[in-house]
């Protein structure tokens, strides 16, 4: 097989297109390693180990003053939180209706209410009304509809025993 007739081949006529740009061929790779390693290069100058004399603070020989030679006072304000509390009145969050779901009725839609139920309550401990009333409306809903396809298969499976008794 010959090299220069390969598909993946250049043209021969493109042989010589980096001479014909112009462009200078690459420097030839020189190798200055002693054992393995290259030279060092000249770089940062070194810097001094250990550690200096500390720094002089206020009033001592040989330091000005501040300018005017007032002194500045400097007071710190004390850091205020706001929290809020539990809800006085709080959502209801379906906690026990979704754990009955859970385990009784439907099982994808009973861990779905119960994510939600959990999340309600802890809306109603951190006081966020909105939040808990949004995920107590959700554990609701999804506990009606888990309780709904329960009590529906639970019928047709008794239908379906007493049609293939007879």
């Keep these: 097989m010959d090299p220069s007739k390969s598909a993946t081949a250049p043209p021969p006529e493109w042989a010589g297109e980096k001479s014909i740009m112009g462009h200078m061929p ?6 200055n390693a002693i054992m393995g390693y290259p ?28 300018p005017g030679g007032q002194q500045t006072t400097v007071t710190v304000q004390p850091t205020v939180y706001v929290t809020r509390g539990p ?46 009333e949004r995920s107590s409306r959700m554990s609701k809903i999804l506990n009606h509809v888990g309780l709904g396809l ?17």
């Design 87 to 132: 809800l006085a009145v709080p959502v209801n969050d379906y906690l026990c209706y979704s754990i009955f779901t859970l385990l009784c009725c439907c099982l994808p839609l009973g861990i779905a209410a119960l994510i939600y139920s959990i999340s309600a309550r802890e809306a109603n401990h951190a006081g966020d009304q909105a939040s808990a």
């Design 39 to 66: 030279q060092p290069v000249m770089g940062y100058p070194p810097q001094p180990q250990g550690y200096g004399a500390p720094p002089q603070y206020g009033g001592a020989f040989g330091q000005q003053q501040y």
């Design 150 to 166: 329960g009590i529906g298969f639970i019928v047709l499976c008794i239908v379906y025993a007493v049609v293939l008794a007879n």
């Design 26 to 31: 690459p420097p030839p790779y020189q190798d």
